[in-house]
């Protein structure tokens, strides 16, 4: 009996032992690396030190310019080997599934309902909490650091009478190619685009046109005089290498963009992203010119069943008889095209519109151009990694519209564009980019 006993202590102590041993072989770390990164790399999510099989999830945080949180959470179940790698590993639930590399980022969404994620400053960053928790506790942490501006990189803002925006420049005495980006209605003044772009060794002028300081928060006309004093400034600078410049545009900056290139000098390559071929909203002006927009169908605007007007039909057809008036003549111009459409754009139909700006070019004997389709993509298609934005208020409807996307897809077009665009632009403004391609 006592040798018994003395068994049965030993087999006890060694059962405690083994379960130390357990313990230590499974200490959950979240590895999230780099850490610091600019808003345009992909960064890759790893847990390692779980039981094999163990079910846990991932969150992650940030709050953005207006105190709006955004959101995301997914589950996974550990490999055999206790692992779990974002990269081959597909969430079982929460805001998405599937393999996901960098799901964490693209697939959040904002606590307040249609809320696009709002970042005036570049030169600060956004930081992005994660989380691991498993069964109810926070096994591991890491925050992100999600910067839009390389070091040696000068933002100068833009206020005078002539033009208002802000100015990026790359280090170093250049010259360096140049690019005036142009936002949506309702975006006022965007950096982001623009701030990364002279990270790949661009001179970037992030322009406004409304909304923004002194300029008008409802346009009744667009003046091209305005956008040509922007292309002279930045023909101009003695940090831009010439002899044109480009344009990157999206939504209804496309329109203003084609006008640009159709009219004005010094343009070598423009890029319209979701935009439409002819003016809408407003007229544009130039010269005694006057080219007037597009007239809504309101009967064609549906409200769906969960309360979101879908305004895709809203535009008419461009090419209609009554309507070309208000079409941008673009065989005037000189320059290089990268038409982008996403076929699942809500707001306009954007796959019409640029179909019809390549035949146009087509029909008067020009090949200049590009044209990039997206299936499943909605209207908002930004910069790598942003959150996608399916609904949000629109400046023109004065309500909140459906921009339409497939949440992976339309994460994915972002990726694919931002290369597309980065080689548009190399090919065409003349630009040896030796010592900026190892960025992108």
């Known amino acids: 009996m006592k040798f018994g006993c003395l068994g049965i202590q030993v087999s006890c102590r060694l059962y405690v032992v083994q379960a130390v041993f357990n313990m230590s072989l499974h200490s959950p770390v979240l590895k999230v690396l780099p850490v610091h990164s600019f808003f345009d790399q992909p960064v890759h999510f790893k847990v390692t030190g779980l039981m094999p099989k163990q079910t846990v999830e991932l969150h992650s945080q940030l709050t953005d310019d207006k105190g709006i949180i955004f959101q995301a ?46 970042k005036k400053d570049a030169s600060t960053p956004i930081f992005v ?24 990189v000068r933002k100068i803002p833009l206020e005078n009478d002539e033009i208002i925006g802000t100015l990026f420049l790359p280090p170093g ?95 070598s390559a423009t890029v319209s992203i979701n935009g439409c071929n002819a003016a809408t909203a407003f007229p544009i002006h130039y010269k005694g010119m006057v080219i007037p927009p597009l007239n809504i169908d309101t009967g064609k605007i549906i409200l769906r069943k969960d309360g979101l007007l879908d305004p895709r039909d809203g535009v008419p057809d461009p090419m209609l008889e009554e309507n070309r008036n208000s079409v941008i003549p673009i065989e005037r111009a000189s320059c290089h095209f990268l038409f982008v459409a996403a076929e699942d754009d809500r707001n306009w139909n954007s ?28 209207h908002f298609l930004d910069v790598p990694y942003m959150p996608h934005c399916p609904s949000s208020f629109h400046p023109v409807a004065g309500a909140v519209v459906a921009f339409g996307g497939e949440p992976k897809a339309h994460a994915e077009a972002q990726v694919d564009l931002w290369k597309r665009v980065q080689q548009f632009f190399r090919r065409h403004l003349n630009n040896d980019h030796s010592k900026w391609k190892a960025m992108l």
């Open 173 to 267: 005495p250049g010259p360096f190619p140049a690019i005036l980006d142009i936002p949506h209605l309702g975006g006022a003044l965007t950096e982001l685009r623009a701030s990364l772009l002279a990270n790949k060794g661009y001179v970037v002028m992030a322009l406004a046109y409304h909304g923004y300081q002194d300029l008008p928060k409802v346009l009744r006309k667009l003046d091209l005089e305005y956008l040509e004093e922007a292309v002279a400034f930045l023909r101009a600078h003695p940090k831009v290498k010439g002899p044109g410049i480009g344009i990157l545009s999206i939504s209804k900056g496309g329109d203003l963009a084609l006008a640009m290139s159709a009219f004005l000098p010094g343009i």
């Open 351 to 378: 796959l019409l519109f640029s179909e019809q700006a390549a035949q146009r070019l087509q029909d008067h004997g020009k090949d200049n151009y590009e044209l990039v389709r997206y299936p499943k993509a909605g």
């Open 129 to 152: 909490d994660v989380e691991l928790i498993g069964n109810g506790q926070v096994l591991g942490k890491e925050t992100l650091e999600r910067r839009f501006m390389a070091d040696g």
């Open 73 to 118: 959470w997914a589950i996974y179940s550990a490999d055999i080997n206790g692992e779990i790698d974002l990269e081959t590993c597909p969430s079982i639930g929460g805001s998405f599934k599937g393999t996901q590399a960098m799901g964490l980022l693209t697939s959040m969404r904002s606590v307040v309902p249609h809320h696009k994620l709002l």
